[in-house]
């Protein structure tokens, strides 16, 4: 089992900046892939970004640019947005994909609210 949890949400003006970070813990060990989600009212969810243990990225369209993923090289991820607007609003989810042996699981945290107004 894996556990998420995700921070760094709230109000910012349209062109500002805002970091999430997200913190595993469990059986850390197995994860192999971490990345961040989204969904917007009305919305299905988003598939932002993703990163691997070794450092493998990859971005949306809609965010590419402007977001940068990170993490460290065991249990927290980051999302670093820039030049927010107002369709970036959003509940942002963190999630985990871990392989233990043939068993492949995903974990997903609570999700942290990103606003986006002035």
């Known amino acids: 089992q894996v556990q998420l949890v995700e921070s760094g949400g709230g109000l910012v003006q349209p062109g500002g900046s805002l970091m999430l970070s997200c913190a595993a813990s469990g059986r850390i060990f197995s994860i192999k892939t971490m990345g961040w989600h989204r969904q917007a009212p009305g919305k299905e969810r988003e598939l932002l970004s993703t990163?691997?243990?070794?450092?493998?990225r990859n971005y949306a369209d809609s965010v590419k640019g402007r977001f940068t993923i990170s993490r460290n090289n065991t249990s927290t991820v980051w999302l670093q947005m820039n030049s927010l607007k107002p369709e970036d609003t959003a509940v942002y989810y963190c999630?985990?994909?871990?392989?233990?042996?043939?068993?492949?699981?995903?974990?997903w945290g609570k999700g942290t609210l990103v606003t986006v107004s002035s």
């Open positions: 990163i691997t243990r070794d450092g493998s």
């Open positions: 999630y985990a994909l871990t392989v233990n042996g043939i068993t492949v699981m995903d974990y």
